[in-house]
């Protein structure tokens, strides 16, 4: 599979898991996907960058709620210029993403991100996306490196998943690169609907790798094989060379860090 201009298409996750949103009213917005970094609401410099992007083509963005929409005139205007639409969010994230790609045809490759990716740029989309396709795996996840990040950004507080390797941050990047892939968004819905099942999830992620995780003893790869055996589609992971791809706005004290970023980049 190569990758060719325009071969992407991407689905951006925009609604609030919770409401009230802390961002949205630390920063007097209807929704957290609206509120500005460097003077921009974050969902608007989402789209923007997937625009630049020479790998990304048409783009489906799930959420905000309808009237948020029609009440955002940057939002109604990326809308009116093409190739982007919209579809209304569901009750999680993992059923808006399931839902999202069914709109997509199964032989696309689908970029999958967020719209709170607040530092998310043309550079890291295109080198994510390229990378993902040099595993030859079906489902792939961005991660970056937690020392990286660390030097990066000192005190940043960042959740690291904590390899025997070394350990990596989610980048909020994801691609579902074949039409088998799609099994993959199944099961992350099948996985949220058992997080409150301890013993369903560790059934299906299976005991034994499980422990081996808890106990400091897993290496990457070894993680990957044995999901890729269990779930029956290849999963791999992209090490993104970029530390800001890790910068996401969870909290009011993420969205402060990532407009202190924007200004400095700005400047």
């Not at 209304?88 to 689908?110: D, R």
């Amino acid at each position: 599979m190569k990758g060719l201009p325009g071969s992407f298409s991407a689905v951006v996750l925009a609604a609030d898991r919770t409401v009230p949103d802390p961002v949205a009213q630390a920063a007097g917005v209807s929704c957290k996907a609206l509120a500005p970094v460097g003077g921009t609401p974050m969902v608007i410099r989402v789209l923007q960058t997937l625009a630049a992007s020479q790998l990304v083509g048409a783009s489906v963005l799930c959420g905000p709620g309808r009237e948020i929409v029609a009440a955002e005139p940057l939002l109604q205007a990326r809308l009116a210029a093409g190739g982007l639409r919209w579809l209304a969010p569901l009750g999680t994230p993992s059923t808006s993403a399931y839902a999202a790609l069914q709109t997509v045809a199964a032989a696309t490759p689908v970029l999958l991100t967020t719209a709170d990716h607040a530092l998310l740029s043309p550079v890291i989309v295109d080198h994510f996306c390229r990378a993902a396709l040099e595993t030859g795996c079906d489902v792939v996840a961005g991660f970056a490196s937690h020392a990286a990040i660390m030097a990066a950004y000192p005190g940043m507080r960042r959740t690291a998943t904590r390899f025997k390797d070394g350990p990596l941050c989610g980048c909020n990047l994801y691609a579902f690169l074949t039409p088998r892939s799609r099994m993959a968004a199944d099961l992350w819905r099948q996985v949220e609907a058992d997080r409150k099942s301890p013993w369903k999830m560790l059934h299906r992620l299976g005991a034994g790798v499980v422990l081996r995780y808890l106990l400091g003893r897993l290496t990457l790869s070894e993680g990957l094989r044995h999901i890729s055996r269990r779930m029956g589609f290849r999963v791999g992971v992209v090490i993104l060379p970029f530390p800001e791809a890790a910068v996401d706005v969870d909290t009011v004290s993420d969205w402060r860090f990532a407009q202190s970023l924007a200004a400095k980049h700005k400047g």
